[in-house]
């Protein structure tokens, strides 16, 4: 069975840092990718970071400076530096396993105030 458990997240203000974290279990991580991504209230599920199963990493465009992604083990980890009010999000870790659905974490919330 396949668990992401995600901690981290919360208020802060903007040019602050996060840290969130996902401990992901029940996948091969030698043929999966995993990352984040985001949601806000209206708008559809977007990408922020990702790592393939190459070790590949992939940023959004928004992203791309600001944020660091990390794999050690089975954690992945979301460094996010000089945060922007239009940061504020559901923030879910991710994991898509060869051949598999994807899997998602509960969500934790990120809001950055002005």
């Known amino acids: 069975q396949v668990q992401l458990v995600e901690s981290g997240g919360g208020l802060v203000q903007a040019g602050g840092s996060l840290r969130l974290s996902c401990v992901v279990s029940?996948?091969?991580?030698?043929?999966?990718?995993v990352g984040w991504y985001r949601q806000i209230p209206g708008s559809q599920r977007e990408p922020v970071a990702t790592?393939?199963?190459?070790?590949t990493i992939i940023y959004a465009d928004s992203a791309k400076g600001r944020f660091t992604i990390s794999q050690h083990n089975s954690i992945i980890d979301l460094q996010m530096n000089s945060l922007k009010p239009e940061d504020t999000a559901v923030y879910y870790c991710?994991?898509?396993?060869?051949?598999?659905?994807?899997?998602w974490g509960q969500g934790t919330q990120v809001t950055v105030s002005s």
């Open positions: 029940g996948i091969a991580f030698s043929m999966s990718t």
């Open positions: 991710y994991a898509q396993q060869w051949r598999r659905g994807a899997d």
């Open positions: 790592i393939g199963n190459t070790g």
